[in-house]
C-alpha cells in the first residue's frame, strides 16, 4: 500500500462547478499538508500548506485536512479553464526535515 | 520570484551515454532536490543536498550520483543511461526545511528519452 493514495483522475468538469480533490494517507504521524498545481509542460507550483487538523482558505481554494480519517482535500469554487491542471498531494512528518511524500497526482479538466 | 532553470527541456540519449542533468537556482537558498516524475507513481527523491559537497539519498539513489560544487547549481549524472530511466526530471530548491520555509519551488523539468 503506498503511503499517500491518489486517484489519478483525469476529472472533467463544467466551469463554474465546485471541484474536490482527494488525498488519503496512512501514517499517522503526518503533520505537514500541501498541495502543489502543475501545468502541463510546467515544474510544480505550491498553492495550499496546512499543519494538523482543520481548514484553510485562500481565495477561491480551501484545503482541509481530516486527521481522524487520514484524509485530505482540496476544493475549488468557482472552477476556470485556467485551474485545469494537475493536483499534487505533498506530505511530511514533523522530523522527517525534508522528505515530502508525494501523491501521484490528480488531472484536472475544466470545461469552458 | 524564484527562479529554478534546468539546463535542457528535452534530451534524447543512446543506451550507456553518460547524461548531465544542470539545475541552477537564483534565490541563494540552502536546499536542492532531484525528483523523478512518472505516470502513476508522482514524483520520487533520486538525492537533496543541503549545502555545497553535501547530499543525502533519496528514494531512488541506484544509477545515479550528483555534484553541487557551488551553492546555486545543483549536478545530475546519469552515469550509464539505461531504457528504465526514461522520465521526466524535476529539480527543486528551498530556503530552509522547516518553519514556512520549506516550500520547494521547481524547475521546468527536463524530459528524457534514452533508446
Known amino acids: 500500500q503506498k503511503e499517500v493514495e491518489q486517484d489519478p483522475g483525469p476529472l472533467s468538469v463544467p466551469e463554474g462547478a465546485i471541484v474536490s480533490l482527494n488525498c488519503t494517507y496512512s501514517?499517522?504521524?503526518?503533520?505537514?499538508f500541501m498541495w502543489y498545481r502543475q501545468y502541463s509542460r510546467k515544474g510544480p507550483e505550491l498553492l495550499m500548506y496546512?499543519?494538523s487538523s482543520g481548514n484553510k482558505e485562500d481565495g477561491r481554494f480551501t484545503a482541509q485536512v481530516d486527521k481522524s480519517s487520514k484524509y485530505i482535500s482540496l476544493f475549488i469554487r468557482d472552477s476556470q479553464p485556467s485551474d485545469s491542471a494537475t493536483y499534487l498531494c505533498?506530505?511530511?512528518?514533523?522530523?522527517?526535515?525534508?522528505?515530502?511524500?508525494w501523491g501521484a497526482g490528480t488531472k484536472l479538466i475544466i470545461k469552458p | 520570484d524564484v527562479k529554478v532553470t534546468q539546463s535542457s527541456r528535452y534530451l534524447v540519449k543512446r543506451t550507456g551515454e553518460k547524461v548531465f542533468l544542470e539545475c541552477v537556482q537564483d534565490m541563494d537558498h540552502e536546499n536542492m532536490f532531484w525528483y523523478r516524475q512518472d505516470p502513476g507513481l508522482g514524483l520520487r527523491l533520486i538525492y537533496f543536498s543541503y549545502d555545497v559537497k553535501m547530499k543525502e539519498k533519496g528514494d531512488i539513489p541506484e544509477g545515479y550520483s550528483v555534484s553541487r560544487e557551488k551553492k546555486e547549481r545543483f549536478s545530475l549524472i546519469l552515469e550509464s543511461a539505461s531504457t528504465n530511466q526514461t522520465s521526466m526530471y524535476l529539480c527543486?530548491?528551498?530556503?530552509?526545511?522547516?518553519?514556512?520555509?520549506?516550500?520547494?519551488?521547481f524547475g521546468p523539468g527536463t524530459r528524457l528519452l534514452v533508446l
Open positions: 527543486a530548491s528551498s530556503l530552509g526545511l522547516a518553519g514556512g520555509e520549506e516550500t520547494q519551488y
Open positions: 501514517n499517522s504521524a503526518f503533520q505537514y
Open positions: 505533498a506530505i511530511r512528518t514533523m522530523d522527517s526535515n525534508y522528505q515530502l511524500i
Open positions: 496546512t499543519y
